[in-house]
């Protein structure tokens, strides 16, 4: 590598559709995406700077409202489509 080159980490030749993308009220970016579960999806979290900081698993109908640097605060419908509030801790 010539002197002064950024070294670069490897990326993945394609990535899962993105379903969503919030700004927490940290900062930080989550990224949802699809699984290959069709009952499950996940949340990329991304720092202000653009450091990749983890993922979160979550159920595949959850739909994100609010997120800081230890939780997910959301919705999930039941089989009969009653919604809850749910939450996911990000550790």
Not at 51 to 65: P, Y
Request: hydrophobic share 40%; aromatic share 8%; glycine share 12%.
């Amino acid at each position: 590598m010539p002197p002064g080159a950024l070294n670069r980490p490897t990326t993945a030749a394609e990535y899962p559709p993105v379903r969503s993308v919030h700004i927490g009220v940290d900062g930080r970016i989550w990224i949802g995406v699809s699984s290959a579960d069709a009952s499950r999806a996940w949340f990329h979290v991304v720092s202000p700077d653009g450091r990749v900081l983890g993922r979160v698993e979550t159920a595949a109908g959850f739909r994100l409202h609010q997120a800081d640097a230890v939780a997910l605060l959301g919705v999930e419908r039941d089989g009969d489509g009653v919604p809850s509030v749910v939450g996911y801790r990000f550790r």
